[in-house]
């Protein structure tokens, strides 16, 4: 639930961003927000890869590589 709002929260502040850029009703806010999206968009990568809210399985003896979040039966053209 948190990486929901945390993409949420950065979409909003990017699209405030944006929308004031484009107006040009307020620049002096425009240019704060701008020096603040990295650190925005940072947080909101940090928490998705961090997030550990599903269970993922563990890959099995002698496999290489995986797909965590799908099943090697679902993959179809690829096995």
């Known amino acids: 639930m948190k990486t929901i709002i945390s993409i949420a929260l950065a979409t909003l502040f990017l699209f405030t961003m944006t929308a004031l850029g484009y107006t040009g009703t307020a620049p002096v806010l425009c240019a704060f927000i701008y020096l603040f999206s990295p650190i925005v968009i940072i947080a ?22 995986g797909y965590r979040d799908r099943e090697k039966s679902k993959l179809g053209i690829f096995w």
């Open 44 to 65: 909101m990568v940090y928490l998705v890869l961090t997030e550990k809210g599903y269970d993922y399985p563990e890959l099995a003896e002698g496999e290489e590589w």
